[in-house]
């Protein structure tokens, strides 16, 4: 019976690495998972690196890219064609764009914001208005909000149509009529509660709110001490 191949770690795609030639290598890199994939490129020098990368196929390379750390996405963008590395840059939420657009030399971040659909760079720009340590900047704009006086079986239905577009739907702002944040409410709670329930009467109030101008160490810092894993930021746009 021949050998087996399985990598198991990090250390396995250094392995392959000393055997980059073997014709094999694509169809041996196939059987790391993507996790452990973006795990062992952060361990890479540049050639290595885009050795791996260029040798993966454009869906599965897209999914790595997301996994990957910032210096390494920011490492492969300024190393690929300008085309592809603007693929790749409009595949990552808008605060990953943004913080990658105050790390690159300002003529790429502008080549790449181009690029993007316009939706998607309006919602970067607003973003890049912020300071680069605010807050707002590390942000994501496209959450999924709902009203206090809605029933908790239609505060399901809008969480269930803004899944697709929201970075995370686990935790929800409840806005009153005006827009002011008046609580949250875990996506958890809204499944264990009756649907007739008002929304207003399983929320958690007061929110933790952050400021979009507020410093990113100090806020971050308030939500780790908080036990939080998502929380409203409020400012202008």
């Known amino acids: 019976m021949p ?99 105050n790390q690159v030399p300002s003529s790429l971040a502008a080549a790449w914001l181009e690029a993007l659909e316009p939706n998607e760079r309006s919602l970067t720009e607003r973003l890049l208005k912020h300071p680069p340590d605010s807050v707002g900047r590390v942000m994501s704009p496209e959450v999924v909000a709902v009203r206090a006086d809605l029933t908790v079986g239609t505060a399901l239905d809008v969480a269930r149509r803004g899944a697709e577009t929201a970075e995370t739907i686990y935790m929800l702002p409840v806005m009153d009529d005006t827009n002011a944040v008046l609580g949250v409410v875990s996506l958890r709670r809204l499944l264990a509660s009756d649907p007739a329930t008002p929304v207003s009467d399983v929320m958690t109030r007061p929110a933790v709110v952050f400021s979009a101008s507020e410093d990113q160490e100090l806020a971050s810092r308030a939500f780790v001490d908080a036990g939080l894993i998502a929380a409203p930021v409020v400012g202008p746009d």
Do not use: N
Request: proline share 8%.
């Open 3 to 101: 050998p087996t191949f399985s990598p198991t770690g990090p250390e396995a795609v250094e392995r392959l690495l000393r055997d980059r030639d073997h014709p094999e290598f694509s169809q041996r890199l196939a059987r790391v998972s993507d996790r452990t994939l973006a795990q062992a490129m952060k361990r890479l020098g540049r050639r290595d690196l885009l050795t791996v990368f260029t040798a993966l196929p454009g869906s599965r390379a897209e999914r790595v890219f997301i996994l990957l750390a910032q210096p390494v996405r920011r490492e492969l963008l300024q190393t690929l064609p300008q085309d592809r590395a603007a693929a790749l840059f409009a595949a990552l939420d808008p605060d990953d764009r943004a913080a990658l657009g």
